[in-house]
């Protein structure tokens, strides 16, 4: 079948996914929410997809991007964060880390607090129909804050540093597709060689000074999204040859630039002198990121005390303060973080597949979710696929079964019930809390759980070895990213050592349908064997909260906490 | 004299290695451990190896104990896990403010307690004595960790007076130190001011008093001039192993005000594995604690003629 | 009657007849009798906790029911509802209200002073945390004494090179700020009550070395102890028999102290999460749980604060009184 | 003594019907009754009495400094012409230390440790006397610290309170009394806390200078002998209560209350002799002051007590017509024929002794003392040895008593240490009972020679446990000696035990906290006696004894020690007590043995110098018996750096050369037995007058001045 090429009333080619989604819009089968992401995705302008999106609802929406008026210019925003080393973007691994550097360096694309990803450094971007080759236009007329014009070898330099096993960079996983396996030299314990990954030769092309094509082996929808993933800020393309360090020599696109900044205390980003900015000039003098240790409270107290302007992260038990403070806001973003009570399948006794069974079926969810995250949130359904995920197939509602739960343990050999240790990290309150509900619930079925509370640190060393444990997950905006990383056969992060073929092929179908509407419907199957096969019990997604003073306007929480203060001003 | 500080240098020194051979035996027998700690829990079996290789770890313990012994000496304590620069260049700032904390508790409660300690023991059994006794086991019975929660909620959400943190990034603001001296002063305070009135009270009994008072020398010159210097000798060497509890208290004061000091970087520390910041700050406060007590064996032996010529 | 049985029950008769004397003594101290007061309540609110839940007083600590329940207010269930913990279904255990605005629902009981986020009675949780403290500060305490007599007495007793070696040893733990030690010992074992026990332990022992030791020399130059070395008596005898009962005074005041100071210990590891794991009431952790929640529920960080510092003060009191008294004698 | 029949001047204090209480919490303890005392410019009033009757309350009194728990209830103390008790604060404090001084029993204790001698010295005049500046206030200190013969006074002045010997500390402790010449003078025993030798200096010096400064002296001593030698008249004190006053001579020459008879009964005075005429005790014990009885408090332990007299009313002073100022408080004190009264006890056979139990030759005890100072691990000189005895050789026959005497720090108790095997000897041989035990030491001795060889100890307070019963600790010692194991046995032997010592059965029950302190000692006794031992070590096992129990308790010794005819050691700086009870005497000096011999030998010429002085220092509370005074000059050397020579070089009065500092004394055998270790030839020394001499006591002509040696200068 001929390929047909679409272009929109610009002329310009758009992917051919994008009338057939429209269509199904339209017509309904598609949520306002998915369209918008998914032709944004695609290369679609986030004005275009809500232009039509608005016109299919006969509604007007407010442009997110720019909804400021009467904006103040001026100020210093100062927020409650951790101070990290921001020495390489590319192997940043904590948010705060690139909040720190955000105002400095800035990404291809991104994805804004309602999930839709927009142009950015690239001006736009389009995919061929296989979604193998995608090709981005780079805006024109960027500087570097030492003068150089941005181009096409700070883009290819920059994939080249993150594709270099040297590096250490985990966006390796990230462009897997634009990557090759190679021999490391070493050898495994049985003889054979280690292998790694790294980048596939003819991987990236330089197709103009402003343009840059990607040649992946595999389809891959979220390319757009994973630049606008945390390590993938661009650096300047001499970054290594100047130290590699961009604490000590801040050069990048964006608005501020390095003036202060102490690890574990203090960092301060104040607007570049140094030449225009290329964009609208955010409304903010400084960004002054203070450094509070990890305990929430003094966070709040520092909040409380006008001390500062905007918290990082807010726990659910500060929420109530919170909301009770007199001069703070309290902001909410909906995510698909969450934290599973994971069971190993090749440790006794959870190799047991009725023990696990009985373990989930004890689960309350809307109770844990109430209890230990105050409602605020959904509740999950064992299978780490999230509602607020495109691909989301709503299956039956999970209930507790304390009778089945009992039935199902004493197939399970343990009719007089059964003592389980389960690790639990304490970084995050409301683990703990959840974990002791969750212990309260079980014990109804003759299971008693031990909780090991231990130090995160303590935690994450063992958090892919114990047999069972509470692991938190992240927000990541599709289901099959998390599946795919966590629940195959042998990947690195697969805590569970799940192991079931007949999953990991149904898997590959979702993952391989472009159309929605069928990837859901494909979805039943994957989502349906690990609820059976019960490795993990989920009880909720989280909402994550982050707390202003009332003097911050223009501000919207980001589900991974991603500071896009473009947008931000001060009152007063 | 120079002989006894000699003497008590010596001591310090021996007290010293001791320390560090506990702590190193304590944090670094399990160099595995080590290794995931320093390169965190995702890396690679291989990558682990290669730093323990690298980095000496696969050498006798003895060898290792003395290099690290060495750069101990020297202020090299290794490289933060969490801050990936040198230890010393996170340790000393911290130490300093630290200082700063330590040195306005102990500017308040050391003449507040003498003076309370005094007043109560020059009578035993008074009124004002009982008054000041139960005060002081009243204080000293409620933690850092309750008294602080308690003085917030007064201090910053009630009467909105003072900042609930002491973070002080802002630069340094005198409001910020309130709080936090004041809990550590709350329950530092009753111990010292118990231990002078016990002193006092025992000095006042004494034959010499006696004497005094019996030669008809004025009761103010009683005290003054004949209880007071015997009666501050056992507080001097409480108020100088005060250093060790309030490095103590430090902890958990700094923790809970986010105050940049030593205690909280020894706690975050431990908390997220940094070991070798967790051995820096270990052997500081050590160092710290016994060089208190060298100076309140001086002080003692200053305050204290008997101890002179021996 | 036999010597044996004479020595027996002189000790026996004795040892009651001077315990209640001992606490008849106390009566003499207003500040002992106040901190006797208040260890006692903690003490029986912790033996009888259990009784006490039995007769359905208290609430198992663990169990959840309503979250954030504010002080005082009841525990009305809708028919049909279960709690696991009520003991049974809401129409069997709880009583059925017949009159005013909740007219059918069931009565299951008071929360006098709340519940926290997960929907726990906190005065059950605070009386059960009792009974950990109370559980978990003897044992180190007693552990503490266990190494720390034995050392005492050697070092005071032999001198010379013993001392030397033990006083060393002590002087080692007793250089570390006590708070660093457990924080680095719990950083490397890992929180449990077993740890606590262990670094309260070692980190207290050397500090009762030193009293026993200080003790110990000054009680080996009384002539009995002189008089068993002529006779010849084996050396345990001598620190056991002759010496260990004559300190017993000031080692029980200590204790008294001690034992504040241990609680205040277990408090501090809970508050920075090195105590005892939930979901054990942990009165530190406790305070921990809640400091976030304290503009919005004060009372919840601010009883377990007054909970602990008045055991705390209840133990401080005590040894006052106890010392009071046994310099009176 | 003070010479009779001087004059004085105008009544300085005047206690009348003074009564004293403490309240405590079981109410209120009355601690001095119905107190009359009159004191004259110059006079000296001595206050006798045994431990608990009152005398330092109303020395505390009188300074108005009872405490927060004391108080005057009764009566007045009027300070020429004013009542004391209606002075302010203010004018007390210009009458202490200015018009009216103390010197205390502890110098150490009484002095300032913290502060310079000089500046607690001058204290006096500058806060005493206005227009004073510190040059002058400086002057008069050191001034008066020459004049207690302090030598180096300027030294002194600036020198700490430990860095000068109890004896000096006292000195200075005087002379802060006498700065600002004080019209009254209390001195709270003394001298209690120094060696005889030294108290005598203390004794003469007081004696002196209350006589130079015509100061009026109330003189605080449990001590007769004392008494009598620096005061003009004397209260008996008995339970809170004078019992008898009057002039000195008169009281002791004519006493006429029983308890003070029974007082003199209990004191070894030189006529007493152990078999011959032993010591009376006075039977019963001191009631508590919350227990004592109606009318005559010491009714219950009188021999002449008469139920419906005694026991009614409080009994009042009644003065003697014969003897104006002499009075006594007994309602039968002119009915008592003290003539017809015998208060000998029952004397006894002397026995002889049997063979020799004890053989010590050439002992010597070193210890090792490790100097640490760089000084000395420059010099390599690490090692110093204390010479704690050095060359001891004497013998002890079985059921002879052997005293051996010295001041602190001669040895003794290092000698009792190595005997029992505490100790082990550097050299030399000790054998007792055929088996030289000198390098045996306890662990390795077998249960029955331990048992063989038991000590006494001096501290009643202390030589018990405290922790468990009598009859468990009697018990333990029993089956540790194999005496018995069966527990019928044991617990037997235990009743017999305290039968031997005099107990009621009942207190093997008792906790030594219930015991008063002589049936401690009476326990640690029969503690030492449960092995059935051929010889016991006493070591000053009455010292710390009342005169009234320590006369019980030396007595039911000695019969014990007939009893079992066991060789008793008798370790003491008694001389008094030693010449009563001992069969040989050995005097020991700075670890050497100077002389021995049997008691007679000992106590007559010839003597070595250092008896001699020790003789001399004993006070001795009989009027009929003279002394010469000698008086010991400096101080005691420390046994870490002993002189060379003779020890005893260095204060020797009687030193004749340089040989005395450079070689040891031979030992001179004065007769079979009697060991002198001297240079002075024998003759010499038997040419000594004897120190203590009994004069004719029916020559009612006052004694003469004592007589004065020049080697006491």
């Not at chain 1, 269509?23 to 992401?37: E, I, Q």
């Not at chain 2, 021996?14 to 965190?40: R, T, Y």
């Not at chain 4, 010469?628 to 260095?650: A, D, H, M, Q, W």
Request: net charge negative; charged share 20%.
């Amino acid at each position: 079948m001929a390929k047909k090429t679409y272009t929109d009333s610009a002329g310009k080619r758009v992917h051919p996914y994008v009338p057939e989604i429209s269509d199904l819009y339209r017509r309904g089968k598609v949520s306002r929410r998915d369209f918008l992401h998914t032709v944004t995705l695609l290369g679609v302008s986030a004005g275009a997809a809500y232009a039509f999106a608005d016109k299919v609802d006969g509604v007007k929406s407010l442009n997110p991007i720019r909804q400021a008026q009467a904006a103040e210019k001026g100020g210093v925003l100062r927020s409650a964060m951790r101070v990290q080393d921001m020495s390489d973007p590319a192997v940043f691994d904590w948010t705060p880390r690139s909040n720190q550097a955000r105002g400095i360096v800035e990404y291809m694309t991104r994805t804004g607090s309602d999930n839709i990803t927009r142009p950015y450094l690239a001006e736009s971007w389009e995919a061929n129909d296989e979604l193998t080759e995608w090709t981005f236009k780079l805006r024109q007329g960027v500087k570097w804050s030492n003068g150089d014009d941005f181009n096409a070898d700070d883009v290819i330099h920059n994939f080249n540093r993150w594709l270099d096993p040297s590096v250490g960079s985990s966006n390796i996983g990230l462009f897997a597709a634009m990557t090759t396996d190679y021999d490391t030299g070493q050898k495994n314990d049985d003889g054979s060689p280690v292998m790694g990954k790294r980048m596939r030769e003819g991987a990236i092309e330089r197709v103009d000074d402003h343009t840059v094509k990607l040649y992946l082996n595999s389809p891959v929808l979220s390319i757009p999204e994973n630049l606008y993933n945390y390590p993938a800020a661009i650096v300047h393309r001499n970054f290594d040859d100047e130290g590699g360090n961009l604490a000590q020599n801040p050069v990048g696109t964006g608005p501020y630039t390095l003036a202060e900044y102490e690890i574990g205390n203090k960092c301060r980003l104040v607007r570049r002198s140094d030449g225009p900015y290329w964009g609208p000039e955010p409304y903010l003098d400084e960004i002054f990121y203070i450094d509070l240790g990890d305990d929430d409270n003094a966070a709040v107290a520092a909040l409380a005390s006008g001390q500062v302007d905007h918290i990082y992260e807010l726990f659910i038990d500060t929420i109530d303060v919170v909301e009770r403070l007199p001069n703070a806001v309290l902001h909410e973003a909906p995510t698909a973080q969450t934290a599973v009570f994971r069971m190993r399948m090749d440790s006794a006794p959870f190799d047991n597949k009725q023990l696990r069974q009985a373990v989930a079926a004890t689960m309350d969810h809307q109770k844990i979710l109430d209890l230990a995250y105050r409602g605020r949130g959904v509740v999950a359904e064992n299978h780490h696929v999230a509602p607020i995920h495109p691909e989301y197939y709503k299956l039956p509602p999970l209930t507790r079964d304390v009778e089945k739960a009992k039935a199902l343990l004493a197939e399970a050999g343990h009719a007089d019930g059964v003592s389980l240790n389960l690790d639990v990290n304490n970084n995050n309150s409301w683990e703990v809390a959840a974990a002791q509900a969750f212990r309260e619930q079980a014990a109804a079925a003759g299971i008693d759980i031990k909780l090991n509370i231990m130090p995160g640190a303590q935690y994450w060393t063992v958090w892919d070895k114990t047999p069972f444990g509470l692991t938190t997950w992240t927000h990541r905006p599709l289901g099959v990213m998390v599946l795919n990383l966590a629940y195959r056969t042998g990947v690195p992060w697969n805590e569970s050592a799940y192991s079931n073929p007949e999953f990991e092929a149904a898997l590959d179908v979702a993952s391989g349908i472009l159309d929605v509407e069928e990837r859901r419907k494909s979805m039943e199957k994957v989502e349906s064997i690990l609820q059976e096969d019960a490795i993990i019990a989920q009880p909720l997604w989280r909402s994550v909260f982050t707390a202003t003073s009332k003097r911050v306007q223009g501000y919207k929480a980001h589900p991974t906490f991603y500071h896009q203060f473009q947008t931000v001003w001060l009152d007063g | 004299m120079l002989v006894f500080l000699a003497r008590r240098t010596v001591q310090m020194l021996l007290v010293m290695i001791g320390v560090s051979i506990l702590l190193f035996l304590l944090l670094e027998i399990d160099i595995d451990n080590l290794a995931i700690k320093v390169l965190g829990p995702y890396s690679l079996p291989e990558a682990r190896e290669l730093w323990l290789t690298e980095n000496g770890y696969r050498d006798s313990i003895v060898v290792r104990y003395f290099r690290w012994v060495g750069g101990v000496m020297v202020g090299d304590f290794g490289q933060s896990v969490i801050y990936r620069v040198p230890v010393s260049d996170v340790l000393w700032p911290r130490l300093a403010n630290t200082a700063l904390l330590g040195g306005l508790v102990l500017a308040l409660v050391i003449p507040l307690a003498l003076f309370f300690g005094v007043l109560a023991g020059m009578r035993e059994g008074a009124l004002r004595d009982r008054v000041i006794s139960v005060s002081c086991i009243l204080t000293t019975s409620v933690p850092e960790y309750a008294s602080a929660p308690l003085l917030t909620v007064i201090f910053v959400f009630w009467l909105d007076l003072l900042p609930g943190t002491s973070n002080m990034v802002g630069g340094f603001q005198w409001q910020a130190m309130v709080l936090p001296v004041m809990v550590l002063v709350l329950y530092d305070f009753g111990y010292v001011a118990r231990m002078t009135r016990a002193s006092m009270a025992e000095v006042m009994t004494t034959h010499y008093i006696r004497t005094a008072v019996l030669k008809g020398l004025p009761y103010r010159v009683v005290i003054l001039k004949h209880a007071l210097r015997n009666a501050l000798i056992a507080p001097f060497t409480v108020i100088m192993l005060q250093l060790n509890w309030l490095l103590s208290g430090v902890i958990i004061t700094e923790f809970f005000f986010s105050y940049k000091g030593f205690g909280a970087l020894l706690l975050e520390a431990s908390l997220n594995g940094d070991i070798f910041v967790i051995e820096a700050c270990a052997i500081i406060s050590v160092v710290v604690a016994v060089g208190s007590q060298l100076l309140s064996d001086l002080g003692y032996a200053a305050l204290n003629p008997r101890i002179r010529i021996h | 009657m036999t010597d044996i049985a004479l020595q027996k029950t002189e000790a026996r008769e004795s040892g009651i007849v001077r315990f209640f004397k001992g606490v008849a003594l106390l009566r003499e101290s207003r500040v002992g009798i106040a901190g006797a007061i208040l260890v006692l309540f903690w003490v029986l609110m912790a033996v009888l906790a259990d009784v006490f839940l039995a007769l359905g007083l208290l609430f198992p600590p663990n169990s959840i029911f309503v979250p954030l329940m504010e002080p005082l207010s009841e525990f009305i269930a809708e028919p049909g509802q279960s709690f696991d913990g009520l003991g049974g279904p809401v129409e069997e255990v709880c009583s059925l209200i017949t009159s005013g605005a909740n007219e059918g629902k069931y009565y299951c009981g008071t929360f006098w002073l709340g519940t926290d986020m997960l929907g726990r009675d906190l005065w059950s949780r605070l009386v059960f945390g009792a009974q950990r403290v109370l559980f978990y500060a003897p044992i180190a305490t007693i552990a503490a004494y266990a190494v720390g007599i034995p050392m005492g007495l050697a070092a005071g007793y032999k001198r010379g090179k013993t001392d030397d070696i033990l006083s060393y040893i002590g002087n080692v733990i007793l250089a570390f700020p006590p708070m660093v030690l457990f924080v680095v010992i719990i950083s490397v074992l890992g929180s449990s009550g077993v740890n606590v026990i262990l670094a309260v332990t070692l980190a207290s022992a050397p500090g009762v070395m030193r009293i026993v030791r200080g003790i110990t020399m000054d009680l080996r130059n009384r002539e009995y102890v002189f008089a068993a070395e002529t006779r010849g008596e084996p050396l345990w005898r001598i620190l056991l028999i002759e010496i260990l009962p004559n300190a017993r005074g000031p080692i029980i005041v200590d204790a008294m102290l001690r034992m504040g100071y241990v609680i205040i210990t277990i408090g501090a590891l809970g508050f920075l999460g090195l105590g005892l794991p939930p979901p054990d009431p942990d009165w530190g952790g406790m305070i921990t749980e809640f400091r976030a929640m304290i503009i919005a529920f004060p009372y919840m960080t601010v009883v377990p604060c007054i909970a602990l510092s008045s055991l705390v003060l209840g133990f401080n009191l005590l040894a006052d009184g106890l010392r009071e008294v046994s310099l009176r004698d | 003594m003070r010479s009779k029949n001087r004059e004085f001047g105008e009544v300085i204090l005047e206690c009348k019907k003074l009564c004293i209480s403490y309240f405590t919490r079981a109410g209120e303890i009355p601690a001095v009754i119905d107190f009359d005392m009159k004191l004259h410019q110059g006079e000296s009033v001595g206050l006798v009495g045994e431990s608990g009757c009152g005398k330092s309350t109303v020395a505390l009194a009188i300074m108005q400094y009872l405490g927060n728990n004391g108080g005057i209830v009764g009566g007045e103390i009027v300070y020429r012409g004013r009542n004391m008790s209606e002075m302010s604060e203010e004018e007390l404090r210009q009458l202490r230390g200015n018009e009216i001084a103390m010197i205390y029993q502890e110098p150490m204790a009484s002095l300032n440790p913290s502060m310079k001698l000089g500046r607690q010295l001058m204290e006096v005049p500058l806060f005493h006397e206005v227009g004073v500046t510190e040059a002058e206030a400086a002057e008069r200190a050191e001034h008066v610290l020459a004049s207690v013969k302090l030598p180096d006074p300027r030294r002194v002045m600036s020198s700490y309170p430990h860095q000068i010997s109890g004896g000096q500390q006292q000195r200075v402790v005087i002379a802060m009394a006498l700065l600002s010449n004080p019209s009254l003078l209390l001195l709270d025993e003394p001298t209690t806390a120094l060696d005889v030798t030294v108290e005598a200096g203390i004794v003469d010096l007081i004696a002196e200078l209350g006589e130079t400064f015509n100061t009026g002296m109330v003189f605080i001593s449990h001590n007769l002998g004392l008494i009598l030698e620096t005061c003009d008249r004397v209260n008996v004190m008995y339970s809170g209560e004078v019992v008898e006053e009057g002039r000195v001579d008169e009281v002791f020459d004519h006493m006429r209350h029983p308890y003070t008879r029974g007082l003199f009964g209990c004191i070894p005075l030189p006529g007493a002799d152990k078999t011959a005429r032993p010591l009376v005790p006075i039977r019963g014990q001191l009631p508590l002051p919350h227990q004592r009885p109606r009318g005559c408090y010491f009714g219950p332990r009188c021999d002449f007590f008469q139920g419906g007299r005694c026991d009614q009313a409080q009994i009042p002073m009644h003065d003697l017509p014969e003897q104006p100022g002499h009075s006594v408080r007994c309602v039968r004190w002119n009915e008592i024929d003290w003539s017809t009264y015998n208060p000998e006890g029952v004397s006894t056979e002397v026995i002889e002794p049997g063979p020799e139990v004890l053989h010590i030759r050439d002992m010597r005890k070193y210890y090792e003392q490790h100097d640490n100072s760089i000084a000395a691990l420059i010099q390599g000189k690490r090692t110093r040895y204390v010479k704690a005895n050095e060359r001891i050789s004497f013998d002890a026959r079985e059921s002879q008593t052997v005293a051996i005497v010295g001041e602190s720090g001669c040895g003794k108790s290092t000698l009792a240490k190595v005997m029992m095997g505490l100790e082990t000897a550097t050299e030399g041989e000790i054998v007792f009972r055929g088996n030289d035990v000198a390098e045996k030491a306890v662990e390795t001795r077998s249960p029955e020679e331990i048992g063989s060889m038991q000590m006494v100890f001096q501290n009643p307070f202390d030589t018990l446990n405290p922790s468990h019963t009598v009859g468990s600790q009697l018990a333990r010692v029993i089956r540790k000696f194999g005496v018995e194991s069966d527990p019928d046995k044991v617990h037997n032997r235990v009743m017999e035990l305290l039968d031997l010592v005099k107990l009621p059965r009942d207190f093997a029950r008792r906790r030594p906290r219930q015991l008063s302190g002589g049936q401690k000692q009476r326990v640690g006794i029969a503690r030492a006696f449960a092995g059935n031992p051929s010889l016991v070590v006493a070591d000053e096992p009455v010292s710390a004894l009342d005169v009234s129990v320590a006369a019980a308790v030396t007595g039911l010794l000695m019969d014990i020690q007939r009893q079992y005819r066991t060789t008793l050691l008798f370790i003491s700086h008694d001389l008094s007590l030693v010449r009563y009870l001992a069969d040989r005497v050995v005097v020991m000096y700075l670890g050497n043995i100077v002389e021995q011999g049997t008691t007679d030998e000992v106590f007559a010429p010839p003597y070595h110098p250092y008896t001699e002085a020790l003789l001399s220092a004993v006070p001795i509370a009989d009027t009929s018996i003279e002394k010469k005074r000698i008086i010991l000059e400096g101080v005691l050397p420390s046994v870490v750096n002993p002189p060379k020579g003779c020890p005893f070089n260095t204060r020797c009065p009687r030193k004749i050369g340089d040989i005395c500092e450079t070689e040891k004394p031979p030992e001179i055998e004065a007769s079979s037995g009697h060991m002198i270790a001297c240079h002075i030839p024998l003759e010499e020394l038997e040419a000594v007058a004897p120190v203590i001499v009994q004069v004719d006591k029916s020559d009612e002509t006052p004694p003469p001045e004592p007589a004065r040696e020049n080697a006491a200068e």
